[in-house]
């Protein structure tokens, strides 16, 4: 099993920035491609970003340029950056891992929901315009 969880939602103006954190605990981190989605009221979850091992990193079209995922190994925890906020981007965030490793992983990252057992509880970002 793996845990994620959470933190560093809230309410900030558009133009802002916000940075979510995910602390991974359970299994072998560097073994899991770890991603971020989000949902919107009345809306389906949409992927946003995953980091898999080594430098791999995926971005939705809607937030490429604007948002930086990254992953510190030693920390077990993965970070989303987001800049330059809008309105659009209230949602609740989620942190979710794939398990991933060698060839199979460089050649199909798991860029989409389905790919993703492991889910946290979400996080509320909120952006006024």
């Known amino acids: 099993q793996v845990q994620l969880v959470e933190s560093g939602g809230g309410l900030v103006q558009a133009g802002d920035s916000l940075r979510l954190t995910c602390a991974v605990s359970?299994?072998?981190?560097?073994?899991?491609?770890l991603g971020w989605s989000r949902q919107a009221p009345g809306k389906e979850r949409e992927f946003v970003a995953v980091?898999?091992?080594?430098?791999?990193?995926y971005y939705a079209d809607s937030v490429k340029g604007r948002f930086t995922i990254s992953r510190d190994n030693a920390k077990n925890t993965v970070y989303l950056q987001m800049n330059s906020l809008k309105p659009e981007d209230t949602a609740v965030y989620y942190c979710?891992?794939?398990?991933?490793?060698?060839?199979?992983?460089?050649?199909?990252?798991?860029?989409?929901?389905?790919?993703?057992?492991?889910w946290g509880q979400g996080t509320q970002v909120t952006v006024s315009s």
């Open positions: 979710a891992a794939a398990y991933c490793i060698g060839n199979g992983c460089y050649s199909r990252p798991p860029i989409t929901n389905e790919r993703y057992a492991y």
């Open positions: 980091t898999w091992t080594g430098t791999g990193t």
């Open positions: 359970g299994r072998t981190f560097t073994n899991y491609a």
